[in-house]
């Protein structure tokens, strides 16, 4: 499988009616002198939208190989064995006071607020499964990205973006519970819909499911799947055990769970426009010393959201093949299929051919949604150092 990887190109054209802007939102040579990051503000999608959306002709995402996959791909080589792995910000600037070492992010306590480096770690099944050229880059961008169109639905935790990877936040008291919502009938996790609906599961998270629903099918209307956490993974919970349990209150829980179901409604309607299937996803939120609900972590990347190519969705569902993914679906694929990697202890090390394979899809992705192009780190200086710099000036106009 390693070896017959199925290619994806960056689109040709784009819909000329898309909610996209033609550069970057974020000048990151800029953001580390500024107290508060200053966001765009875009049009909600109304139903109206949505409707003509329909009607209109889904972009066609071209797949034939051209100079800048080529380009990108060489330069995604030549960084494999230079990726963010491991951040020690606590050892280099003075105003971090401690770390927690996540999955992806490593997050360091700045006082008033927290700093999330945003690295190259690939996990899946509760485990780093190896390291992604420019993963950490890309998830930082396209969660800023997302932060920035979403504001008219809920309000985010960002404060500033000192340097590509790195998002400062305000800190929140953060629900023990992620929201995940799901459009179709996929999966291959253990807490999937696909898996668990594949063992005859007919009542998942409160979600009543009809018989004869096949993988990859789409769901009559968007569920929220909601999960916590116990030991080291994910378990599946109902809202009435949420609220009984005390993880939220159903004040708190009913605010989120309409956020949730509006943000990936939202989401599917852009993805929609920009000739992609937002599939599923999920979202974490937090209360702030204010009192206000606020979006935190990460907002519709590869990594916490499917992606499906939308113009071969169709036919390839009707003929009873795999659809053409973005996200690291395919990454699970391949250790499920070369391991068991819920049990065993040591993993296989992943082709360099998937690692280059999964790099190239995450930017494919950010330069899709965003229609922009993604902008390679222009400098020799070690990243390490350059995040170094840019967070002790941030945290110093902070204060």
Known sequence: MAHHLPALNPPKTLNPNLHSISKPIFSFSQTASRKFLKFKKYPSVTSSTMSSQQQN????????????????????????????????????????????????????????????????????????????????????????????????????????????????????SVFPVEFVVRGYVTGSTDTSLWTVYNKGLRNYCGNSLPDGLVKNQKLQENILTPTTKAADHDVPVTPDEIVQRGLMTQADYDEVSRKAISLFEFGQCVALDHGLILVDTKYEFGKGADGKIYLIDEVHTPDSSRYWIAHSYQERFQSGLEPENIDKEFLRLWFKNHCNPYEDEVLPDAPEELVSELAWRYIFLFETITNSRFEMPGTKEPVHDRISRNVSQALSSLQ
């Open 57 to 172: 002709p889904l972009p066609h995402i071209a797949l034939t190989d051209n100079d800048h996959k080529e380009e990108v791909m060489n330069a995604i080589k030549t960084s494999i064995s230079n990726c963010l792995s491991e951040t020690h910000l606590d050892l280099t600037v003075p105003a971090l006071k401690s770390k927690i070492r996540g999955k992806v992010r490593d997050i360091y306590d700045g006082g008033d607020y927290l700093v999330m480096v945003t690295t190259d770690r690939q996990s899946a099944f509760d485990r780093i499964l190896a390291s992604i050229p420019f993963k950490g880059q890309v998830l930082n961008e396209t969660s800023l990205w997302w932060f920035n169109k979403t504001q008219h639905i809920t309000p985010n935790a960002v404060v500033s973006v000192p340097d590509r990877n790195v998002t400062i936040a305000r800190k929140c």
